[in-house]
């Protein structure tokens, strides 16, 4: 009898326990129109290809972070893996190359890749153009990552990329996908 009093009574408790709060999120709507970064921050993928915060961690109280990529040359990231991050990646033009873990797709518009937080992954852009809408949950510290690479005034060294990945929670495993 008391175990069923305890399962009826459970879901009335819920509201008690610990989730985060709304009210401590952005509490008023925002558009980040086309062509625009979330703050006016720019931070272009290589020094070439847009890759813009469109919705911050400032504004998920760290949960989320949303980026917009488009890519105008066929290359990709290291091989990486973020430590408390999952990815999810919506394809919205071209097409691509995921590698992730062991398993390799193409995909192209319209497609979802999910790579899970401790999961080795990368891409390449396989078409002339291409759009990415890509989601960091919880959002860590990709937009400091972004900014940071942008700091510099070249391509970063192999002891840059992989210090700068280490202190944003991420391990360069190795070179991204070719397509040679």
Do not use: C
């Not at 008690?16 to 709304?22: A, G, H, V």
């Not at 720019?42 to 109280?61: C, L």
């Not at 040359?73 to 919506?90: A, T, Y």
């Not at 192999?158 to 991204?176: R, S």
Request: aromatic fraction near 10%; proline fraction near 7%.
């Amino acid at each position: 009898m008391q175990r069923r009093s305890f399962l009826f009574a459970a879901p009335l408790m819920l509201p008690l326990t610990k989730f985060p709060s709304l009210s401590m999120l952005n509490s008023k709507p925002f558009v980040v129109k086309a062509g625009d970064a979330r703050f006016g921050i720019h931070t272009p993928y290589k020094g070439v290809n847009p890759n813009d915060v469109k919705i911050s961690g400032k504004d998920t109280n760290g949960q989320l972070a949303v980026f917009e990529y488009i890519g105008n040359e066929k290359v990709g990231p290291s091989l990486h893996v973020h430590h408390d991050q999952d990815e999810i990646f919506s394809i919205i033009e071209g097409d691509f190359l995921f590698q992730v873990g062991d398993e390799k797709f193409t995909v192209k518009a319209g497609d979802t890749v999910f790579a899970p937080r401790k999961v080795p992954h990368t891409w390449i852009q396989l078409s002339e153009k291409s759009k990415i809408i890509y989601y960091v949950q919880p959002a860590g510290k990709m937009e400091e990552f972004f900014l940071k690479m942008n700091e510099l005034k070249g391509p970063p060294t192999k002891e840059q990329a992989e210090k700068i990945h280490e202190v944003h929670g991420m391990t360069v495993l190795g070179p991204g996908l070719s397509l040679k």
